[in-house]
């Protein structure tokens, strides 16, 4: 599995954007959003179970950020709005091979085994 991730940019905020992460193969898989920001360690945004029937949400993105797939096109979106300057990051997404969703085994890189390459998102206040 091969995972490419864009739509990153320089935004002001309040802006929106929407991240995209195309994925090789055809696989089931339950699939992330994680963010890395200057000097901290890389943190769960948001996740998708390969149903795309459940989802879950970091608590500072609830409310503003949507995860959704569209299986057809091997494509995983993030639609960030409401953009704050805190949400400032690159942007990773993952993949999972295994297919169990309980608890919450999708919460940690460690969860992951396929990365793509990360995408930058500024946001200016």
């Known amino acids: 599995v091969q995972l490419l991730a864009s739509g990153g940019g320089s935004v002001q905020a309040g802006d929106s954007l929407r991240l995209s992460c195309a994925k090789s193969g055809h696989t089931s898989n339950n699939m992330g959003w994680f963010r890395q920001a200057p000097g901290k360690e890389r943190e769960f945004v948001a996740a998708i179970a390969w149903t795309g029937s459940e989802t879950d949400y970091a608590d500072s993105v609830k409310g503003r950020f949507t995860i959704s797939r569209d299986d057809a096109k091997n494509t995983l979106y993030l639609q960030m709005n409401s953009l704050k300057p805190r949400d400032t990051a690159i942007y990773y997404c993952?993949?999972?091979?295994?297919?169990?969703?309980?608890?919450?085994?999708?919460?940690?890189?460690?969860?992951?085994?396929?990365w793509g390459q990360g995408t930058l998102v500024t946001v200016s206040s």
């Open positions: 993952a993949a999972k091979i295994s297919l169990a969703w309980y608890g919450d085994n999708w919460r940690e890189p460690t969860d992951y085994d396929y």
